[in-house]
């Protein structure tokens, strides 16, 4: 019932290609020359550069990091504390407007 339908095959001529002139002949083997070793050249070392520069700008980024860090879940830890009290007032003005409502 569920069979797949598979598409006719393709049908490729089957002729063989019979090369008419005979391979050329392969030349001997002849093993590579042996390595010469490399010359390194000797230059003059470059003076070195300075690396406190690089120090103090990185020190300054990290200082940076934590001071934005700090800053950020000082500004998360005031949005909750501000989203608790509103709750907490929620409940209580529910419950004083249950109250009056029921005394009437």
Do not use: D, E, K, W
């Not at 879940?73 to 949005?79: G, I």
């Amino acid at each position: 019932m569920l069979r797949p339908r598979y598409p006719a095959p393709t049908v490729y001529p089957t002729t063989i290609v019979q090369p008419t002139a005979p391979p050329a002949a392969l030349a001997p083997y002849t093993p590579p020359a042996a390595p010469v070793a490399p010359v390194y050249l000797t230059h003059p070392t470059p003076a070195r550069r300075p690396v406190a520069p690089y120090v103090a700008a990185g020190a300054g980024a990290v200082a940076a990091v934590l001071v934005v860090g700090t800053v950020l879940t000082a500004l998360l830890l005031a949005v909750a504390v501000t989203a608790l009290s509103l709750a907490v007032v929620a409940v209580v003005l529910r419950l004083l407007l249950n109250q009056t409502n029921q005394g009437r």
